[in-house]
């Protein structure tokens, strides 16, 4: 089970930090990734990181002003979102999978239920 806690409104600029906490069943043996749906978009991948920590992938859009840790210790994958911008706006989810980080939403197995970051102009 995957829950995302941490989403709201912010004013272009700004920072938001999502939280992620796992069952530890499906946690630390697994790549985590978080992705993002807008309305009339569909799903992407923003990030994602490997099990140990030690490796992380960033989408274009987001380099630079994302960045995704975790505490294995915890069973919580962070997403740190600075100088965000409205294109932000979207549904954000966690998702996790065995093996390396991949940028496909069809590569996941678990999902969260996600929670809405809103980011006004």
């Known amino acids: 089970q995957l829950v995302e806690s941490g989403g709201g409104l912010v004013q272009a600029g700004g920072s938001l930090r999502l939280s992620c906490a796992a069952s530890?069943?499906?946690?630390?043996?697994?790549?985590m990734g978080w992705f993002r749906q807008a309305p009339g978009k569909e799903r992407e991948c923003v990030g994602g990181i490997s099990w140990s920590g030690d490796s992380t992938y960033y989408a274009d859009s987001v380099k630079g002003r994302f960045t995704i840790s975790r505490d294995n210790a915890k069973n919580t994958v962070y997403l740190q979102m600075n100088s965000l911008k409205p294109e932000d706006t979207a549904v954000y989810y966690c998702a996790a999978r065995r093996g390396a980080v991949v940028a496909v939403v069809g590569g996941y197995d678990y999902w969260g239920q996600g929670t809405q970051v809103t980011v006004s102009s």
């Open positions: 530890g069943r499906i946690f630390s043996s697994y790549s």
